[in-house]
């Protein structure tokens, strides 16, 4: 979505003509994480952090994505999958590209939505793990809690739920019960409530 067309300049801002909106569509061989085993990725944190919510409020997906690309390269440096993000007090707020969870004490946990996207597959996620019996709750997590964590995974629209097998080099269980049943059962609902895009 562009700004409008005008000069250059924040002070023309009042003054632009009607927004853009131009759709770029990406062929690739890119799996989808909506068929076959579960994937597995590995997770570091990263010394990048995500803008305070008073900074850049977290409910808007905007296209300034060079926080999440440093973020990226950086685990990409250190040989992760996933870069995890989090805000300026310390709590683990986001993924590169992605919401995260993690299981503690038999608990689903993700960040608030004060310093994280509230994804859509993030939503179903944890209304299908609720569904399924299990306690999940949006609260801060301490980068203690998610490197003690039983398990852990992470959620984007494209890749469903990947299970992290390691953060910052620490294994975790991947994909575990948890992470398993809650991926099965989110596939199983989108594959049967989701319309078909033809190829």
């Given amino acids: 979505m562009s700004r409008g067309s005008g000069p250059l300049g924040v002070s023309w801002s009042d003054r632009l003509g009607a927004a853009s909106l131009t759709i770029i569509p990406q062929l690739s061989e890119r799996p989808v994480g909506y068929v076959g085993e579960i994937a597995v990725a590995t997770a570091a944190l990263v010394r990048q952090r995500r803008a305070d919510a008073h900074t850049l409020d977290p409910r808007i997906k905007s296209n300034n994505y060079l926080p999440s690309i440093l973020a990226y390269l950086e685990?990409?440096?250190?040989?992760?999958?996933?870069?995890?993000?989090?805000?300026?007090?310390?709590?683990?707020?986001?993924?590169?590209?992605?919401?995260?969870?993690?299981?503690?004490?038999?608990?689903?946990?993700?960040?608030?939505?004060?310093?994280?996207?509230?994804?859509?597959?993030?939503?179903?996620?944890?209304?299908?793990?609720?569904?399924?019996?299990?306690?999940?709750?949006?609260?801060?997590?301490?980068?203690?809690?998610?490197?003690?964590?039983?398990?852990?995974?992470?959620?984007?629209?494209?890749?469903?739920?990947?299970?992290?097998?390691?953060?910052?080099?620490?294994?975790?269980?991947?994909?575990?019960?948890?992470?398993?049943?809650?991926?099965d059962a989110y596939v199983a609902d989108a594959l049967a409530d989701g319309i078909e895009v033809p190829a």
């Fill in 75 to 183: 685990a990409r440096g250190r040989g992760a999958d996933v870069a995890l993000l989090c805000d300026e007090r310390g709590h683990v707020s986001e993924g590169h590209a992605m919401n995260v969870f993690c299981i503690r004490a038999g608990r689903v946990l993700t960040p608030p939505p004060t310093s994280a996207l509230e994804g859509i597959t993030r939503a179903h996620v944890i209304a299908t793990a609720r569904r399924l019996g299990h306690e999940c709750s949006e609260e801060e997590i301490a980068p203690y809690d998610l490197i003690n964590a039983s398990e852990a995974f992470v959620t984007s629209s494209l890749d469903g739920v990947t299970a992290l097998g390691s953060v910052d080099g620490l294994e975790l269980d991947a994909p575990g019960p948890v992470t398993r049943a809650v991926r």
